[in-house]
C-alpha cells in the first residue's frame, strides 16, 4: 500500500449546502465529533460556522483564504453565504466522515438509537447522484435541535451539553473498536514511524532517506458525495502501490 497523506489525515473537497433550512439560514448539518480535530481551508465563496461548547455560541466568519480549525466536542454547522467552498482536513484517516460524527437531533432522537439511525441514514449511503432530498430533510431536523441545544446553553450554560456528549458517546458504542484500529493503522502509527526515525538520526543513522518515495493523485474517487454539510469530492487514503 501507498503512504498515508502527512499524520494519517484524510482530506475532501466540499462545496456546502446551499439551500434553506428551517431557521432561514442556507447550509450544512449541525454535529459533533467524539474523537477528532476537523479544519477548514476556505478555498472559493464566502460563508459562516456557528459553534456551540462549553465556551457557548459563537459565529466565525469564512473567506477565501481563511483556515479554521476546532477540536471533539464541537457542535458546528456551516452557513453558505454565497458559493462556499472547502478543502476539509480530517483527524486520523479520515475518521469524522466514516463515523465519527453524531447529528444534533432533537433529545428524544438522540435518546433511542433505532429513532437516531433512521433519521441519519441516506439512501444508497449519499453515493453520488443520490436525490438529496433526504439529506437536506435530516439536515432540517439537526438544524432544529441545534436551535434547541443553542437556547439551553444561553440559559444553563456549559453544563446544558452534557445531555448531548453522554448520548453521543452511547450512540457510538458499537463502533469504538473500529475507530481504533483506524486511528492505529493511520494517524498513531505515522507518529511512531517518527519516533523510529529521530531515534536513527541520533544514532546518526540516516537510511531510512533512501526509501523516500512520491505520491500524486490525478483527482477525487468520487464527485459529489452526500454529505453532511453539503457536496463532497473525496480522496483515497491509500492506493497500491504502481
Known amino acids: ?13 466540499l462545496c456546502v449546502y446551499d439551500t434553506v433550512t428551517p431557521d432561514g439560514r442556507p447550509g450544512g448539518s449541525p454535529h459533533l465529533h467524539l474523537c477528532c480535530s476537523e479544519a477548514y481551508v476556505v478555498i472559493g465563496g464566502r460563508g459562516a460556522v456557528q459553534t456551540i461548547s462549553g465556551a457557548g455560541f459563537a459565529e466565525h466568519a469564512l473567506a477565501r483564504g481563511t483556515v479554521l480549525w476546532f477540536t471533539p466536542g464541537t457542535v458546528h454547522r456551516l452557513v453558505n453565504l454565497g458559493d462556499l467552498e472547502i478543502v476539509v482536513l480530517m483527524a486520523n484517516s479520515g475518521l469524522p466522515e466514516a463515523g465519527d460524527a453524531v447529528l444534533t437531533f432533537p433529545a ?29 430533510a435530516r439536515r432540517d431536523l439537526a438544524v432544529e435541535g441545534f436551535e434547541q441545544l443553542r437556547a439551553a446553553v444561553e440559559r444553563d450554560g456549559r453544563r446544558a451539553m452534557a445531555a448531548l456528549h453522554t448520548a453521543a458517546a452511547q450512540l457510538k458504542q458499537p463502533q469504538l473498536e473500529t475507530w481504533r484500529r483506524r486511528w492505529e493503522d493511520g494517524a498513531f502509527r505515522a507518529a511512531q514511524l517518527t519516533g523510529v526515525h529521530l531515534d536513527a538520526l541520533a544514532r546518526g ?38
Request: proline share 11%; net charge negative.
Open 108 to 136: 428524544e432522537v438522540l435518546a433511542d438509537p433505532d429513532r437516531y439511525a433512521a433519521a441519519a441514514a441516506l439512501p444508497d449511503g449519499g453515493a453520488p447522484g443520490t436525490d438529496p432530498r433526504a439529506a437536506y
Open 205 to 242: 543513522d540516516a537510511g531510512h532517506l533512501m526509501d523516500a518515495r512520491v505520491h500524486a493523485l490525478d483527482g477525487p474517487v468520487e464527485r459529489g458525495r452526500l454529505g453532511m454539510c453539503g457536496h463532497l469530492d473525496t480522496y483515497p487514503l491509500r492506493r497500491p502501490e504502481e
Open 1 to 13: 500500500m501507498s503512504d498515508p497523506l502527512p499524520g494519517g489525515v484524510g482530506v475532501s473537497r
